[in-house]
């Protein structure tokens, strides 16, 4: 079995290399190396630690190395991320045992010309007392990509869009592991009930300030392996997507339809909306997600709710029309970078073709929606292109339907300057996930 340095290095290739998703590629690792709980802390902590500071830990080799950068193969290079990574971040490694560990793992890679390149490169850092020379300060786009570890491009959008002091809110948020969140089943328990049950599991959870039904709970260990998860007492919701469901106005007797719905979780926080009454509709492209939906509903004995599968571009007309109409449609994700913390390193061009689907979407279900009928679009993104510029279009070119004001719910609040129907939501804010929802009625 590989101990915790050379699981976390195999699970930083994959993503490096091969695209690989963190959460799932870690997980399997973890499972598949039978790694002991301090070692799967130890491995966890490498890796979302080296993929959050990715970009600072890179200019910092930059300036150390006698190599080019783009001449570093990429074992190597994440190997050194490794061990800027503990030398600078994780006090309780010992400088001299990071740069040992490194070597140690570079050989055990057979990388054995570049061991002593990596020796060199690490122990350079420490005799420059960790120090290094940030970007001027009149070049700020660039010296907060390197201090926070943001692209540029990235930090460039959200000033433009969003202004100095909630950029800095943003990329502020972007490390550490963001909350954990859950969502009372109220077809089945009161939050109250939950709370007291959970207490017997040695779980500590209140309610949020923002939605009654929701519990900010710590020290929950694995939330598959509690009794009250086994139940089907609750479902992991971040409260910014919780916001979204509530923002929808379903109540009890609609017929609704959630055109994107993957995993699941907005279509179950309507159901408990509904409760349990009328009829939901949940929809999504591919065969093993349309499953994940049946069997998440299953669990939390849902028992209006169907899910089928349907592509939310192109399929037309279904049977009958819906009062309720969600796009929650696929997005660059800007919003969750703290959860999945690779995002930030795929190329911005990869993004440019995002929009015209989501406006195709939103668009394509819009004749879903019944007269007088609310069509709802959300993103877990920040970034205007993505958000605010679609639902323009989409009013410009959809006379039927008009912009319909949200209602917010206690505590949220407009930060930046939209038209009502629309609301954007910070991660340094409220403490959810970034977010974009905004609300059309069929007029």
């Given at each position: 079995m590989?101990?915790?340095?050379?699981v976390?290095?195999?699970v930083l290739k994959g993503?490096?290399a091969d695209?690989?998703y963190?959460?799932?590629?870690?997980?399997?690792?973890?499972?598949?190396n039978?790694l002991s709980?301090?070692?799967?802390?130890?491995?966890?902590a490498?890796v979302?630690g080296?993929?959050?500071?990715?970009?600072?830990?890179?200019?910092?080799?930059?300036k150390l190395?006698s190599v080019?950068?783009?001449?570093?193969?990429v074992?190597t290079?994440?190997?050194?991320?490794?061990?800027?990574?503990?030398?600078?971040?994780?006090?309780?490694?010992?400088?001299s045992?990071?740069?040992?560990?490194?070597?140690?793992?570079a050989?055990e890679?057979?990388?054995f010309?570049s061991?002593g390149f990596i020796?060199?490169l690490l122990?350079?850092f420490l005799?420059?007392?960790k120090?290094?020379a940030?970007p001027?300060e009149?070049?700020k786009n660039r010296r907060?990509?390197v201090?926070?570890?943001c692209p540029?491009?990235l930090v460039?959008?959200w000033r433009?869009?969003?202004?100095?002091?909630i950029?800095?809110?943003i990329l502020?948020?972007?490390?550490?592991r963001?909350?954990?969140?859950?969502?009372?089943?109220?077809?089945l328990?009161?939050?109250e009930?939950l709370?007291?049950?959970?207490?017997?599991?040695?779980?500590s959870?209140e309610?949020?300030?923002?939605l009654?039904d929701?519990?900010?709970?710590?020290?929950?260990?694995a939330?598959?392996?509690?009794?009250?998860y086994?139940?089907g007492?609750?479902?992991?919701?971040?409260e910014?997507?919780a916001?979204c469901?509530?923002?929808?106005?379903?109540?009890?007797?609609?017929t609704v339809?959630?055109v994107c719905?993957?995993?699941?979780g907005?279509a179950?926080?309507m159901a408990?909306?509904?409760?349990?009454?009328?009829?939901i509709?949940?929809?999504?492209?591919?065969?093993?997600?349309?499953?994940?939906?049946?069997s998440?509903?299953?669990?939390?004995k849902?028992?209006?709710?169907?899910?089928?599968?349907r592509?939310?571009?192109?399929?037309?007309?279904l049977d009958?029309?819906a009062?309720?109409?969600?796009?929650d449609?696929?997005?660059?994700g800007?919003g969750?970078?703290?959860?999945?913390?690779e995002?930030?390193?795929r190329?911005?061009?990869?993004?440019?073709?995002?929009?015209?689907?989501q406006y195709e979407?939103?668009s394509n279900?819009a004749?879903?929606?019944k007269e007088g009928?609310?069509?709802?679009?959300?993103?877990?993104?920040?970034?205007?292109?993505e958000?605010?510029?679609?639902c323009?279009?989409f009013?410009l070119?959809?006379?039927?339907?008009?912009?319909k004001?949200?209602i917010?719910p206690?505590g949220?609040?407009?930060r930046?300057?939209?038209?009502q129907?629309?609301?954007?939501?910070?991660p340094?804010e409220?403490g959810?996930d970034g977010f974009?929802?905004?609300?059309?009625e069929?007029?």
């Amino acid at each position: 079995m590989k101990n915790a340095r050379e699981v976390a290095f195999d699970v930083l290739k994959g993503v490096f290399a091969d695209d690989a998703y963190s959460n799932l590629a870690l997980d399997k690792a973890i499972k598949e190396n039978n790694l002991s709980p301090q070692d799967s802390s130890f491995c966890t902590a490498l890796v979302y630690g080296v993929l959050e500071r990715c970009i600072t830990l890179d200019y910092i080799i930059r300036k150390l190395s006698s190599v080019p950068f783009r001449k570093i193969e990429v074992s190597t290079l994440i190997i050194l991320r490794l061990g800027i990574y503990q030398i600078l971040y994780m006090d309780r490694v010992p400088d001299s045992a990071a740069v040992n560990e490194c070597v140690k793992l570079a050989k055990e890679k057979k990388l054995f010309k570049s061991s002593g390149f990596i020796n060199g490169l690490l122990r350079s850092f420490l005799r420059a007392e960790k120090e290094y020379a940030l970007p001027p300060e009149n070049d700020k786009n660039r010296r907060w990509s390197v201090i926070y570890s943001c692209p540029e491009y990235l930090v460039k959008l959200w000033r433009d869009s969003y202004g100095d002091e909630i950029t800095e809110g943003i990329l502020k948020s972007l490390s550490g592991r963001p909350p954990l969140c859950i969502h009372t089943n109220t077809l089945l328990v009161t939050p109250e009930e939950l709370i007291e049950k959970l207490s017997h599991e040695g779980v500590s959870a209140e309610k949020s300030e923002v939605l009654d039904d929701l519990l900010n709970v710590t020290h929950s260990g694995a939330v598959d392996k509690l009794s009250a998860y086994r139940r089907g007492e609750f479902f992991v919701q971040d409260e910014s997507s919780a916001i979204c469901a509530a923002v929808t106005g379903v109540k009890s007797g609609d017929t609704v339809f959630d055109v994107c719905s993957a995993p699941g979780g907005k279509a179950f926080a309507m159901a408990m909306l509904m409760k349990g009454e009328g009829s939901i509709r949940a929809f999504d492209i591919h065969l093993h997600k349309m499953k994940l939906i049946e069997s998440g509903a299953y669990r939390l004995k849902i028992k209006n709710l169907k899910a089928s599968l349907r592509d939310a571009a192109t399929d037309k007309e279904l049977d009958e029309r819906a009062d309720v109409v969600l796009c929650d449609v696929p997005c660059s994700g800007f919003g969750i970078i703290r959860r999945k913390p690779e995002i930030r390193y795929r190329k911005k061009q990869n993004f440019a073709e995002l929009p015209p689907l989501q406006y195709e979407i939103l668009s394509n279900s819009a004749r879903l929606v019944k007269e007088g009928g609310t069509l709802v679009y959300s993103t877990c993104t920040l970034n205007p292109e993505e958000n605010g510029e679609v639902c323009k279009k989409f009013l410009l070119n959809h006379p039927e339907f008009r912009a319909k004001d949200i209602i917010l719910p206690k505590g949220i609040e407009h930060r930046t300057d939209e038209p009502q129907n629309e609301l954007t939501m910070f991660p340094h804010e409220q403490g959810g996930d970034g977010f974009f929802v905004a609300t059309f009625e069929r007029s």
